[in-house]
């Protein structure tokens, strides 16, 4: 009700606007991300860490540290650690509201993004123009159905490489739409100094600031990897759009 509230509202001040340049204006309305639109818990990150035997720092320098980005309230944590495979594993096995979890690290002397769950695993890696997914254990981005389908249409390389855009069109609706080329680029590029490890948390739970926490009730939040989180709108009176596209590439079709 409240969304509804205000994009009625903005509507109107569009409509004002329109009448009074006499049509010689345009408008663009975009969001950022999704939203999940129901009810969350605190899920306490340094508590947990804690328990598990983790200290939490300002800074690592010895084993067994841990920096946690206390950000805003949203179904993601961002974690700085020496030991993200300890850690995530610590994580994800003892406390049921966490989703998964997602970091980089060195397999058979090559960098890949390791995607763990309670049940499953496995690697994502970045090759030529495309991706690779490699389930070790289960299928926890739940992407081998679409996969084989991809290679039947001719869309994945005698090396596993997965056409990043095939890729893309095949994903937006799925349950975490283009996840490969969003979690790689968590660790490549995304930001200037990205985190060692990321954690996701299931719709109803949510991380971040303590205090902030303790103020306010959360109807709703975003930030972890599936589609209710991440699919946002995007509407513009310049021109068509494309169906789907990813954030680097708005100014483009905006042109």
């Known amino acids: 009700a409240g969304f509804e509230k205000c994009l009625i ?16 204006c345009r408008f663009t309305l975009v969001a950022d991300h999704g939203h999940n639109l129901v009810e969350g818990q605190f899920f306490d990150m340094e508590k947990s860490l804690k328990s598990q035997g ?94 084989e389908e991809l290679k039947a249409a001719g869309k994945v390389d005698a090396e596993g490489v997965i056409d990043d855009r095939a890729f893309f069109d095949a994903t937006v609706d799925h349950r975490y739409p283009d996840a490969l080329a969003r979690v790689w680029r968590t660790f490549h590029g995304m930001a200037q100094y990205p985190p060692d490890l990321v954690v996701t948390l299931r719709d109803g739970w949510f991380a971040g600031d303590v205090g902030f926490a303790r103020s306010i009730k959360v109807k709703s939040t975003h930030g972890s990897l599936n589609r209710i989180n991440t699919l946002t709108f995007m509407m513009t009176t310049i021109g068509p759009l494309p169906p789907a596209m990813r954030i680097n590439e708005v100014l483009e079709n905006l042109q």
Not at 9 to 24: D, N, W
Not at 68 to 80: C, K
């Open 54 to 147: 983790f200290r939490i720092t300002q800074k690592l320098t010895r084993h067994g540290d841990v920096v946690v980005i206390g950000y805003g309230l949203v179904t993601n944590s961002a974690l700085y650690t020496d030991e993200p495979d300890e850690v995530a594993k610590a994580l994800v096995g003892y406390y049921d509201p966490i989703d998964m979890a997602v970091y980089p690290l060195r397999v058979d002397n090559q960098r890949k993004i390791v995607i763990r769950t309670r049940e499953a695993l496995a690697y994502v890696s970045c090759a030529g123009n495309g991706y690779r997914y490699e389930a070790q254990r289960g299928d926890p981005l739940e992407l081998m159905p679409i996969i």
């Open 9 to 24: 509202a903005v509507e109107r001040l569009c409509e004002k606007i329109m009448y009074e340049r006499h049509g010689r």
